[in-house]
């Protein structure tokens, strides 16, 4: 079993910036994708932002720029850097993350959530 734990979330007021984390643990083997979604009131869940084992990045139009997404492999760890933030990034984030566990099962684990609110 996998279990994803974000942290990070919080108030800040526009033009400001938060770090959100993720950190992996259970029984993992390898993790591969990791990624963070946002849901915003009323909006369908969307996918922000998303990084290889290797690496390589890709984000949503409406963050790039703006967001940087990184992972410490060694942790099984996922952040993501959120600058110039607006209202409209007003959302729970949510992480992902897809790999195997061991016997070799596997895995698509979320996040329970992190409230992310720009307001003055």
């Known amino acids: 079993q996998v279990q994803l734990v974000e942290s990070g979330g919080g108030l800040v007021q526009p033009g400001g910036s938060l770090r959100l984390s993720c950190a992996a643990s259970?029984?993992?083997?390898?993790?591969?994708?990791m990624g963070w979604y946002r849901q915003a009131p009323g909006k369908q869940r969307e996918s922000v932002a998303g990084i290889s084992r290797g690496g390589d990045t890709n984000y949503t139009d409406s963050v790039k720029g703006r967001f940087t997404i990184s992972r410490d492999n060694a942790k099984n760890t996922v952040y993501l850097q959120m600058n110039s933030l607006s209202p409209e990034d007003t959302a729970v984030y949510y992480c992902n993350a897809q790999g195997v566990a061991f016997a070799f099962k596997a895995f698509d684990a979320w996040g329970q959530g992190t409230l992310v609110t720009v307001s003055s």
């Open positions: 259970g029984s993992i083997m390898v993790i591969g994708t």
